[in-house]
């Protein structure tokens, strides 16, 4: 096969991994929390009390692990380990995302709220610059829902758009598109050159 030959085939490749690469809508978002509604509640009850026994400001759960992808935790997670009410609660906390069909929760503390969930249903990023649809439970910052910014106009013009779409309960639908200052200042840099 030529070099030509080769480049094709490798363009074909991706735009076929590209359109197999479905990401939900916030309509779909939407519609799954209000079927597992009861399930995002007791998801907020159960990830909040293990974030309050963690005693930690940030913590990143895989569905299904050890947790060893935090190893800061290790000396507080062995302490917990010898409670009772633990373990049944990182069991629970598997059921409910394996429920709601994700695989990682974040717990975190912001401004407004000791405990804060991000619940990822896409997140892409390269290079300092990336967009994320995701839940939310109580985020640190509202913006007013656009359909706009997410559905229409070229996304490589588009810079840092946020947006926040409240269910219930204090979830909301969140939409970030970002760009970090350094990606902004390599642009500049190039446009320059």
């Not at 588009?158 to 969140?174: Q, R």
């Amino acid at each position: 096969m030529g070099h030509h030959n080769h480049l094709y085939f490798l363009m074909i490749s991706v735009l076929t991994l590209t359109a197999c690469d479905k990401r939900p809508d916030v309509e779909v978002l939407e519609q799954r929390f209000y079927q597992h509604h009861a399930q995002f509640n007791a998801l907020a009850n159960i990830a909040c009390s293990i974030k309050a026994d963690l005693n930690t400001p940030y913590f990143r759960y895989y569905i299904h692990t050890e947790m060893e992808r935090e190893p800061y935790l290790k000396p507080r997670l062995e302490q917990l380990k010898h409670n009772p009410n633990f373990q049944p609660h990182l069991e629970q906390l598997d059921q409910l995302l394996h429920q709601i069909d994700v695989d990682v929760i974040v717990l975190q503390q912001n401004d407004s709220h000791e405990c804060s969930i991000f619940v990822p249903e896409w997140d892409i990023s390269f290079a300092g610059k990336g967009t994320s649809l995701s839940y939310t439970y109580q985020p640190a910052k509202l913006a007013d829902y656009n359909a706009d910014v997410f559905f229409q106009g070229d996304p490589d013009t588009i810079e840092n758009s946020h947006f926040t779409k409240p269910l219930a309960d204090g979830w909301y639908i969140e939409y970030q598109k970002y760009s970090s200052a350094l990606s902004k200042l390599r642009e500049q840099a190039e446009t320059n050159q």
